[in-house]
C-alpha cells in the first residue's frame, strides 16, 4: 500500500507559479498511474492531470493544458505538478492520486478520470490578486 503526501501549496498573483510535489512512502510509485485531481470550495473534486506508470505519458484537463505540466522522478519516490500562469479559477485543494490501473487518459480527444486508489491529504492553492 502507498502512502501519498502533497506539499507546495500556497498563495499566489494571478500570472504566477507554484510546483506541487506528490511523496510516497511504502511502496515505489513505478507501479502506480499517478493523477492530480482538485476540488473547489462547493464544487465537485476533478481530475487535472495524469502520469503513466509504464511509458510516461501524460494527459490534460483543457482548463490547465498548456499550462500545468506533471512530471514524475522515480528515483525519489516523487511526483510534481508545475503550474504556471495561475488564474484565480485554479483556487482548490489539490490531492494527489495513485492506481494501478489507468487514472486518466483521452477518449475521442476529450480527457476523462477515474477515481483513484489512494490518495493524500491534500494542499491548498490560492490565487488572488
Known amino acids: 500500500q502507498v502512502q501519498l503526501v502533497e506539499s507546495g501549496g500556497g498563495s499566489v498573483q494571478p500570472g504566477g507559479s507554484l510546483r506541487l510535489s506528490c511523496a510516497a512512502s511504502?511502496?515505489?510509485?513505478?507501479?502506480?498511474?499517478i493523477g492530480w485531481f482538485r476540488q473547489a470550495p462547493g464544487k465537485e473534486r476533478e481530475g487535472v492531470s495524469c502520469?503513466?506508470?509504464?511509458?510516461?505519458?501524460?494527459y490534460y484537463s483543457n482548463s490547465v493544458k498548456g499550462r500545468f505540466t506533471i512530471s514524475r522522478d522515480n528515483a525519489n519516490n516523487t511526483v510534481y505538478l508545475q503550474m504556471n500562469s495561475l488564474k484565480p479559477e485554479d483556487t482548490a485543494v489539490y490531492y494527489c492520486?495513485?492506481?494501478?490501473?489507468?487514472?486518466?487518459?483521452?477518449?475521442?480527444?476529450?480527457?476523462?478520470?477515474?477515481?483513484?486508489?489512494?490518495w493524500g491529504q491534500g494542499t491548498q492553492v490560492t490565487v488572488s490578486s
Open positions: 502520469i503513466s506508470s509504464s511509458n510516461g505519458d501524460t
Open positions: 511504502g511502496s515505489n510509485l513505478d507501479y502506480y498511474n
Open positions: 492520486a495513485a492506481k494501478q490501473s489507468r487514472i486518466c487518459g483521452y477518449l475521442s480527444g476529450s480527457f476523462y478520470y477515474l477515481r483513484g486508489d489512494y
